[in-house]
Structure formats: C-alpha cells, structure tokens
C-alpha cells in the first residue's frame, strides 16, 4: 500500500544535539511537508518543498533545517539551536495544488 | 491571507447523539475544504473534501459536511455519534503552496 513512512516514532535529544527525523513516501507526490503540532497549537508549517532540490521556510523554521535529495524522502534535521523541541512532528504529502495532504504517522520527540 | 477558524475547542457529546463541529473559512473566491480527523499518536486522516459542486458532502466513518457560502462556513456532522469517534477534527484549506489548519476541535464522547 501506497502511504508516508516517518520514522522514529519516539525520539529523545539531549542538550546541544541535532537530530534527523525521517520522512519517506511512495505515493510519488512531488510536494511534502513538515509540521509541528503543539497541544491547543493545530498545525504549525515548518518546511515544504514542491519539487526534489528545493523546499521554502514555512510559518516556523528557525531551528530546523532540511533537505530534498530524492522525491521520496524529506528528512527534517531539528538543531541544537531549537530550544523548545518537544513536540509531535507530521510530515505529509500532496500530489498537486489544492489537493488534500496525506500524512504519517508522526513522530514524538522529547528531551532528555 | 486565506484562514480556517474552528470556534469551539473541546465539544462533548452522548454516544448516540447527533454531533456538528464548526469550521468558518476566510477566502475571495470559492473553496478548496477539507476535513481530517487525528486520533492520539496518530497522524491526520482525511474524512471528506469539497472541491465545488453539490453543498452537501459525504466522507468516510459517516460522516458528511455542507458548505454555506452565504455564512461561509463548512460545517461537519453525523447523525448519530459513536465512542470511537472522540478524537480531534481538524478543517483544513489549501493556501498558495500550502496547507491552512484550524486550531481543531476536541471530541469527547460520553457513554
């Protein structure tokens, strides 16, 4: 089945670590997404990128960074310079413009 | 900029009830609307879309929703709800390259 893999699911980071959370679709959509989702807060945009080698700053990015190598993956580094990163992330995808996104199943990050 | 708003935050229903979450939509011209549903730990799965058409959309799980241009909202409803249904909503539009989420809505059921 066609779908959004994130991986982990659970992801402790200490003081001062970066860490890479994991986003791979086979859907073949060209758009995909970061999010992050804070209790009370809905959905807040970080990243997205329409097309492999390219992705723009969404609603929040400080802190974050990514890439777009292959069409499939979108790996979302979270770096020592984002000093709040608990919180569950989403990576979603979409096949063109105003289609509805499709979404994995998130992954918690906390910190140790 | 084009918005969602959900007004109400937490609703609580009787199992067996009707249910209708609110969604208020800030666009120029006619919508692109979704709603999603996330259960907890998980992500967010489509219930049902209006692309244009008929006002009145049927999704998954029983769901259905209709747009009212008029009051510019897009309402989501069931008839009668289920204990599996308590979960959060969210409505959704898309906005240039991006997606617009409202806040959502808490979902309680009551036995």
């Known amino acids: 089945d066609g779908g959004i893999t994130q991986s982990p699911k659970y992801l402790f980071r200490k003081e001062g670590q970066n860490v890479t959370l994991s986003c791979e679709q086979n859907?073949?959509?060209?758009?995909m997404y970061w999010y992050r989702q804070d209790p009370g807060q809905g959905l807040r945009l970080i990243y997205y990128?329409?097309?492999?080698?390219?992705?723009q700053k969404g609603d929040i990015a400080e802190g974050y960074s990514v890439s777009r190598e292959k069409k499939e993956s979108f790996p979302l580094t979270v770096t020592s310079a984002q000093k709040n990163p608990t919180a569950f992330y989403l990576c979603?995808?979409?096949?063109?413009?105003?289609?509805?996104?499709?979404f994995g199943d998130g992954t918690r990050l906390s910190i140790l | 900029a084009q918005s969602v708003t959900q007004p109400d935050i937490h609703i609580t229903v009787s199992e067996g009830a009707s249910l209708e979450l609110r969604c208020n939509y800030s666009?120029?011209?006619?919508?692109?609307l979704f709603w999603y549903v996330q259960s907890p730990g998980q992500g967010l799965q489509l219930l049902l879309k209006?692309?244009?058409?008929?006002?009145l959309v049927q999704g998954i799980k029983g769901f259905e929703a209709e747009f009212k241009r008029s009051q510019s909202s897009f309402n989501l409803r069931k008839p009668s709800v289920h204990w599996s249904d308590a979960a959060e909503y969210f409505c959704a539009a898309p906005n240039n390259n991006d997606m617009r989420f409202g806040a959502g809505t808490r979902l309680t059921v009551k036995p």
């Open positions: 666009y120029g011209a006619t919508p692109y």
């Open positions: 859907l073949n959509h060209d758009a």
């Open positions: 209006y692309f244009s058409g008929d006002t």
């Open positions: 990128s329409q097309i492999v080698n390219d992705f």
């Open positions: 979603a995808s979409n096949p063109g413009v105003n289609q509805p996104q499709h």
